[in-house]
């Protein structure tokens, strides 16, 4: 028999409408409490000067996730939203501006290796064949929780067999030799808050995430997405409060039976999913009398992702003959410094490792006619390296824009005309991100699986976590796959 919950979701990233509306299409009564002006978490999108700027994640995957939800109400994805695919996937570019385009077809990705090394394509289709086994064997344990040790612990003779403990660099360097090759097959851990020196190769997996669904765009950018899904949501009867900052949880005998407003009014609930941070949520939501000291120890001593300065720019031309495509990769030269000097050393690096986003070669709607739009992603350390980005983000920003006049977009500074930058600050403020860091807990091998937060907390009943810091982790992928588990563990309990 069907038993109908009242549920809290604290936050509208794509974890928090992912379970939302599972649980709503199920018929029990869900309310998103968000406490920016508009949804979407870190798909959150800006507006200016006719420019949309989408805040967050930009590389889209595995649209069959957003086909689920509305199927589960018998209602067509295309009606919604329209996305569209991409290819080349990426354009990446080395520490010399050499282009290599990553292409879904494995014959012409074969043809871009022939160019720089032509002895590396028979170790990249074993590299690849490798990819396939390491996707088939994971994927499953993508959407269901590691609820005892022992369940993750049979993973591991697959692992110790097919050498998956080693990071994503040392896989790609044991199967081919030419260095910029091992970059284009081991940079995907930066997608999610990795090093690719040190994340394990198990994460290889969004590999073949990318060849099995493609990357899409939607028109209208990510923020459309957003959109799409608020409105699924709405359209199964589920409400959405923005401006409405969440200010603690309700404890009663170790249960998290409400949450109390920032205006302080109180909503009780039978079940709270949490779309914030969760180590931010933990340590601030969680009233500190009720918050065991071993798990403060835990949250102050493990290891954070990177964060980010992220420059959104529109200029008032075009730029079409660029060398850019829509999803662009920017190398550096001396790549393994510049990584230990972000994730280890927490120090602004000398060089500049970017991601640049140009939508509008794609979508001109994004942008006013005429116009072009961008978003450069530049990796830096989280608020642990204790720089002061108060004082040097507009050098900083200075530099990369800069970097980019120089070597891809000619004129760039005289030409823009919409201009928004964030930094580690704004995540650790604006975004509740515990140091800043973008994409939560680091993926590494003793912070995934069984060793990540799972969705359901075993510190306190009737809460569970949604987002980048829990199982299966971050990316857009995985935390839609958390609100799914999130919906199937609460769907649980739900039968009397």
Known sequence: MFKKQKIAVVGSGFGGLSAAIRLAALGHDVTIYEKLD????????????????????????????????????????????????LDPF????????????????????????????????????????????????????????????YSFLRIFPFVFKTGTWRSMYSFAKKHVKDDFIRKVLSFHPLLIGGNPFDTPSIYGLIIRFEKEWGVHYCIGGTGAIVNALCQLFEDCGGKIKLNTEVSRFLIENKRVSGICLSNGSIEKTDSVICNGDLAFCYKNLVPKEYLPPQLEFWLNNIQYSNSLVVIYFGTKRRYPDSKLSHHNLILGHDYNQFMKDV???KKIPNELGLYLHMPSATDPSIAPAGCESFYVLSLVPNLDGKINWEEILPEYTDKVLTFLETN?????????????????????????????????????????????????????????????????????????????????????????
């Not at 385009?101 to 170790?123: H, L």
């Not at 829990?470 to 839609?480: S, T």
Request: net charge positive; proline share 6%.
């Open 38 to 85: 508009q949804p979407g978490g870190r798909a959150y999108q800006y507006q200016i000067n006719g420019f949309k700027f989408d805040g967050g994640p930009t590389v889209i995957t595995a649209p069959h996730q957003y086909k689920e939800l509305f199927d589960l109400v018998d209602k067509k994805m295309e009606d919604y939203l329209t996305l569209i695919p």
């Open 90 to 149: 990426y354009r990446i570019f080395n520490g010399n501006g050499d282009v290599f385009n990553y292409w879904r077809d494995q014959d012409k990705t074969e043809a871009e290796i022939a160019r720089f090394s032509p002895g590396d394509i028979k170790g990249y289709r074993i590299f690849l064949s490798k990819m396939n086994a390491i996707f088939q064997w994971f994927h499953p344990f993508t959407e269901k929780s590691f609820s005892t040790l």
């Open 343 to 345: 994730f280890s050393r």
């Open 408 to 496: 891809y977009l000619p004129d760039l500074k005289n030409n823009i005309i919409a201009q928004h930058t964030v930094s580690p600050i704004h995540f650790a403020s604006t975004l509740n991100s515990f140091r800043g860091a973008a994409f939560s807990i680091k993926p590494t091998m003793v912070q995934s699986g069984y060793f990540r937060p799972q969705v359901k907390s075993k510190w306190f009943k009737d809460l569970y976590f949604v987002g980048a810091g829990v199982h299966p982790g971050a990316g857009v992928p995985a935390v839609m796959a958390s609100g799914k588990i999130a919906a199937a563990e609460i769907s649980k309990i739900n039968q009397i």
